[in-house]
């Protein structure tokens, strides 16, 4: 017979159940927004400076890039992961409100919650004795019960258990891929052409990295995922760099 050690290495081996696995829409969600938000900066700092042309009194000097690319990456960096931690909060609290009243009901309105149940699983394929028999399977075990009705009544599942790790992956996720885009403008890159060529590889490559990542936990076609984030990364550079041309 299994136990929970045995259960725990079949998570962890067979199903690759890990911290980032476990928090994989924070790790590319925050990942994704950091490049697209930091690479906006650039991207809007660049089609100024190019419609600007040899305009004398446009100059934009890399430091103003710097400036307002560590603004934002850290601003808005610190901004996801308290939305993160808030949403994530809020999110818990009313699980388990609804928990509770479910809980409680189980204890005062036996009859009603067991017809409900016996409905819910004859919606979901089940006959009638079958249906019976499991309910009456659910009344032995009120905490199971409980979470069957969260599930498939109020279609809740349990939420994020650590809202402060959620929301630290977010963070520092959000700084670490955010700031490939200011790798050309902190660091002499003469090999390329310009920082904003170099930066724009860079923000391609990790793009790309992000959606192989993604594709990793998720089993989807690696190319698709990889070409699915850096087309998004391209239509937010895009429309970052034309709104830099509107204000010169």
């Not at 700092?45 to 190019?50: E, S």
Request: glycine share 6%.
């Amino acid at each position: 017979m299994m136990d929970k050690a045995e259960l725990d290495e079949h998570l962890t081996q067979d199903h690759k159940k890990t911290v980032f696995s476990e928090n994989l829409k924070e790790l590319v969600y925050g990942g994704i927004d950091g490049i697209i938000t930091t690479f906006a900066v650039v991207a809007g700092f660049t089609g100024a400076t190019m419609v600007a042309g040899d305009n004398p009194d446009v100059v934009i000097p890399v430091t103003i890039v710097l400036i307002f690319g560590l603004a934002n990456l850290f601003a808005d960096g610190f901004s996801m992961g308290v939305g993160d931690f808030l949403s994530s909060r809020a999110e818990k609290k009313l699980f388990e409100k609804e928990r509770a009243k479910e809980s409680d009901w189980i204890k005062t309105r036996e009859d009603f919650e067991y017809d409900e149940t016996i409905l819910l699983l004859k919606e979901n394929g089940f006959d009638e004795e079958k249906a019976h028999a499991l309910a009456n399977i659910y009344k032995t075990n009120p905490e199971f019960w409980a979470d069957f009705m969260m599930r498939y009544e109020l279609n809740m599942t349990h939420p994020e258990e650590a809202p402060v790790r959620s929301a630290m992956i977010t963070f520092v996720s959000f700084l670490t891929f955010g700031a490939i885009p200011l790798l050309p403008y902190i660091f002499d890159m003469t090999i390329f052409y310009n920082q904003f060529v170099a930066a724009s590889i860079f923000t391609a490559l990790a793009l790309a990295l992000l959606g192989f990542i993604r594709s990793r936990f998720t089993k989807e076609c690696v190319l698709l995922s990889m070409a699915e984030i850096v087309g998004l990364g391209m239509v937010a550079a895009f429309i970052a760099y034309f709104v830099g041309t509107l204000f010169v």
